[in-house]
């Protein structure tokens, strides 16, 4: 089996077959256990007990045991699988870099993954992106055969244009009709104040909000030098800059933006990770799914 490790980027970038792409990814992070990345999606608060010694100490109310010095221990009932829908980014921003790999390019690898790990643990994913201006959706389903085709449809996609996602949040947390998961694959460049307006709507709604920003290194570091020509991937506006005078104030605003994104996400209680195109797929796959203190 790979090792998150061993699965560069651009070793699994040369994979043209999304499927196996996918399943190295999620084979590539798994360690020993096999865990659901997702525990606790496909159930739901019951009610409290007395503890018992033997109880899990994970499922232990603090705050009951602070106001009455008892203590109890939550109670869960199952519930029908969990829905997720991924709601990728397919603007042109997304096609940066135009050579090596791209933005796009890796977030169609992490949405794969995603699916294949979801779908082949008994729950049911969909999509929900942008194509030429018009919405693209598969609903939330599980089996293999919808597998392969929400794979199918995420290996069509082409980044162009702008996208609107506060459009493609708020249509995908409508959708999805019980309680589920909204994962947005994006840069985040777009339209940032309406995007956290529709994912803390979606939230309120129910529905567990999750945040992959991809990004590149170039992006954050602007190793570049001399005088260069910037042209906008979207609206084509052009900005000739002096990197040397520029660079600093550069670095300063983009650590800024993704320091406000991981703030915002931690302020409204959404999983968030910050994933660069030179990252082990792998690797940056579980770094998340750790996070969500769930080890794959």
């Known amino acids: 089996m790979p090792t998150a490790q061993s699965l560069s980027p651009a070793l699994v970038a040369a994979v043209d077959d999304l499927e196996v792409v996918a399943r190295l990814i999620v084979e590539g992070m798994r360690s020993g256990q096999h865990r659901s990345p997702f525990h606790g999606f496909s159930t739901e608060f019951s009610q409290y007990r007395a503890y018992r010694p033997g109880d899990d100490l994970k499922y232990l109310d603090w705050k009951v045991l602070a106001r009455t010095d008892r203590l109890y221990t939550r109670q869960f009932r199952q519930t029908t699988n969990m829905s997720a829908v991924i709601c990728l980014d397919s603007s042109a921003s997304m096609a940066y870099p135009d050579t090596g ?42 089996g293999r055969g919808h597998l392969r085709t929400v794979l199918a449809q995420i290996d069509r996609l082409e980044p162009a244009g702008a996208w609107e996602p506060q459009t493609v949040i708020t249509r995908a947390a409508d959708l999805l009709r019980r309680r589920g998961l909204v994962c947005v694959i994006s840069d985040f460049y777009d339209a940032p104040e309406a995007t956290q307006v529709e994912l803390r709507r979606a939230n309120r709604r129910g529905h567990d909000v999750s945040l992959l920003q991809v990004v590149s290194k170039q992006e954050v570091n602007l190793p570049f030098v001399g005088d ?36 915002s996400a931690k302020r409204d209680g959404f999983d968030y990770a910050l994933m660069t195109t030179d990252e082990s797929p792998a690797e940056a796959l579980r770094g998340y799914l750790l996070r969500r203190g769930a080890t794959p």
């Open 228 to 263: 260069l020509d910037f042209e906008d991937l979207e609206t084509g506006a052009r900005v000739l800059l002096d990197l040397r005078a520029a660079r600093a104030a550069y670095r300063d605003r983009m650590a800024a933006f993704l320091e406000g994104w991981r703030s």
């Open 101 to 142: 790999l791209s933005k796009f390019h890796y977030a169609k690898m992490m949405a794969a993954a995603l699916s294949h790990l979801i779908v082949t643990q008994g729950d049911a994913v969909g999509l929900m992106t942008m194509q030429a201006g018009r919405l693209v959706y598969l609903p939330a389903r599980g």
